[in-house]
């Protein structure tokens, strides 16, 4: 049976072929991989052609110069950030920027950073890998702005069929009425036209809250009492209901607009006590948020759930996973959740929601402990 015969080191021992300095040297100024490498003061001592390809600028224009001259201002406070914990500390860091070339061809970069050490282990400096995302961030941003249109004609069709229903029946009373010589049967019809234009009046307002956020004056109070005062409220109700109310009020120093505070609870409570027709348990939840200065409220309930397909869709405005009802005066507008959205965007704060079909649903509104100003 033959053999391949071992390779031979230049100094005839059997191994591996050699790898000297200046192979690697070629191999990272020729790979296919935008490298750069940075002392400890982040200037850069190596940029390889691939480098010069992605930014469009030299090795001769950035050997010696600092790395955070090719990065936007906005992002400049977090990439020096990352590269000194690299530094510090090690491990592996990455962050993504745009940025235009010398000849103004936008591009977008995806950074992944590592430390770089010397024989003793210490910090030698960084080593910087680049990807050029543009192609992929722009396919993102083509999709984000389909599925974009694409809810705002869901919302378009669903504004139009609602209004649609309340002028249609009300040019019918309106007909009706001037046709009728009965005084009691006309102050009937107002009535109903009344109760019909405030329902499109509380649909706007709505809309408005979703778009725009409440920008109606309020009085700011202390967090902690509107949530006391609240579950005060609706206990009996809740009681009424067959539901146990079950709450967590922790100690928070915080001032917030009382009625946008009401109208986020009463939004959430409502939501959960529909999908508790039998009864159940609801829980609400006042305690300090991880991130410092901010609150997390809590709402749960251990009703029926939302399933995945409709879990992404409950903050758009008109969507309801509940049966519509025959009379539109009547019908649940499915506006709660995207007036919650609204509110909590305008205040600074985020809201998510988890569910499954086992165990509930749990609402959790993250706010700043102070007003945001405008």
Known sequence: MNESPTPLHQDGHAGPPSVDDFFLRQLCLQGGVPTIALDTDLRVVFWNRAAEGVVGRTADEMVGQSLLAVVPPARRGLAERLLKRILAEGGVSEFDFSYHRPDGTPVDLAVTLARITDTQGGPRGVAVHLRDTTRRVETERALAQTRKMSALGTMAGAVAHHFNNLLGGLVTTLDFARQCHDRSVIQRALGSMTDTLNRAITITRAL??????????????????????????????????RITLET????????????????????????????????????????????????????????????????????????????????????????????????????GGTVTLCSSRDSGTICSVRLPRTVRKP
């Not at 409440?214 to 009681?239: C, I, M």
């Not at 159940?280 to 939302?306: F, Q, R």
């Open 208 to 241: 408005l809250a979703f778009a725009e956020g409440d920008r109606t004056d309020d009085e700011v109070g202390d967090v902690r009492a509107t949530v006391q005062q609240f579950a005060a409220r609706v206990a009996p109700e809740l009681a009424d209901r």
């Open 248 to 347: 967590r009020i922790d100690e928070v120093q915080a001032q917030l607009p009382v009625r946008k505070l009401n109208t986020i609870l009463e939004s959430l409570t409502a939501n959960a006590w529909e999908a508790m027709p039998d009864g159940g348990h609801l829980k609400i939840e006042l305690m300090a948020a991880e991130a410092p200065g901010d609150l997390l409220l809590n709402v749960s309930d251990t009703g029926c759930g939302i399933t995945d397909s409709d879990l992404e869709h409950v903050f758009e405005p008109f969507f309801s996973t509940k049966k519509a009802a025959p009379d539109p005066r009547t019908a649940h507008l499915g506006l709660g959740l995207a007036v919650v959205h609204g509110i909590v965007q305008d205040l």
